[in-house]
């Protein structure tokens, strides 16, 4: 199938808090990252447009972000296993350790480095 999403996404399973709060409080997984946001494997859904924090561990560092959530997929819990479900997140602010991380990722294009200049990054 071909791709139609302007940016690259990246396999990325790490735990991830988030939530309405800072700190957020609730865990679940990234299943994939991009530079400009991520997806979140969870049943515990928030609306389009909600503004979540984030922290997500990567070998036990957190990393900081903000995002909004742009589309969710609600499936019920019993067959969160045969189908993917949970929510896309865009992010709105993000720290430099997890700019840094998407770079290490490749998720960007390090020739252009195009990915923060309309976010604010957290430093």
Do not use: Q
């Not at 909600?50 to 997500?56: A, D, H, P, S, W």
């Amino acid at each position: 199938m071909l791709e139609k999403r302007a940016n690259k996404r990246v396999t990325f399973r790490n735990i991830v808090r988030y939530g309405l709060e800072n700190p957020p409080v609730k865990i679940s997984y990234v299943t994939d990252l991009s530079d400009t946001g991520l997806f979140i494997k969870t049943c515990k859904i928030y609306r389009p447009d909600t503004k979540l924090y984030l922290t997500i561990e990567v070998n036990g560092k957190p990393h900081k972000g903000e995002g909004v959530v742009t589309w969710v997929k609600k499936v019920p819990k019993n067959l969160m296993r045969i189908i993917k479900g949970g929510m896309g997140i865009r992010f709105t602010r993000i720290d430099k350790t997890l700019k840094d991380l998407c770079r290490d990722k490749k998720c960007i294009d390090e020739d252009k480095d195009e990915m923060f200049k309309v976010r604010d990054v957290i430093t």
